[in-house]
């Protein structure tokens, strides 16, 4: 395997000045990057993980933890894409993601022991639960670190604009001719359950529409199974609404599960749209009618706010919150 004496060997060039091209030090001539980065290809040099940590005093790792009561985590549709941008933005800077456990070595940890354990140089946190104790205490410390999915005071935070993304769902339904609207909400535990459901009730305030308090059920922290349990709860009812705006895609998709499951067709009877725009939305039949969050957008960033803290030492407090918009497909129609 080549080294960095080799390629000093190989170019003419001393090892500090390999070392500074290596390492994108700006004070090296462009000849000299060129002859060096020659060199560095035709010897398929690699540089170690301890060398270069050795010479960038920066371990080149960023620390993810997911803190969400679905006990999901990366394999809801949504978080899987806002950490898969995330991943590729890292990468492109050179680093590794490590993702966080409660435990080291059998003894129970908290976050902030465990990235103190290993050394990252950033955290990146998917949170949908407020007030949590061990997310404030990673805020509070010196690692630089960013917020998604929650607008949290005194971090810098990325999420979407879930309150318009609510109103957006509530003015299409109105503008479709209905004014029996259900929701089904996400738990209120969580900040975009509640964001969501701030949304709902505002547009349905300005749109001149009453939703008794049957027409909102809570279908938990945004899994299939709850919204197909709150859906039946709706089913119930003697008189039914016409449409119902369902917190998240996930639990849409169990919704109209339980719709077609008791003799009913969407949309022919009940009109349904969800929040998220996941991919299997646009597959199934009917297409879901979404509100979506652009993940590409909330990943990049997120990446962006934490390279900025890291390489300016220095952490900073923003939020950031992302515009979403309206995918019409075909679980909504228009009634008389």
Known sequence: MATIYDIAKKTGYSISTVSKVLNNYSDVGEKAKKIINEAVEELGYFPSSSARTLSTKKSWTIGVVFVEDSGIGMEHPFFNAVIESFKKSAEKEGYDLLFASNNIGNEPKSYLDHFRYRGVDGVVVVCSKMNSPDVERLMESDIPSVVIDLDMRGASAVYSDNIHG?????????????????????????????????????????????????????????TYDGGKEAMEKLLKLEDKPTAVYVAGDLMAIGAITAIQEAGLKVPDDISVIGFDDIQIGRYMTPGLTTIKQDTTLIGKTAASLLFEQINSKEKQFMSIKIPVRLIERTSCRPIE
């Open 166 to 222: 609510s109103e957006l769902a509530v003015d299409y339904l109105y503008s479709l001719g209905h004014k029996k609207i259900a929701h089904i909400s996400g738990s209120k535990k969580l900040y975009v359950g509640e964001q969501r459901l701030k949304g709902f009730q505002s547009a349905m305030k300005k749109t001149g529409l009453h939703a008794p308090k049957e027409y909102i059920v809570d279908g938990g922290v945004f």
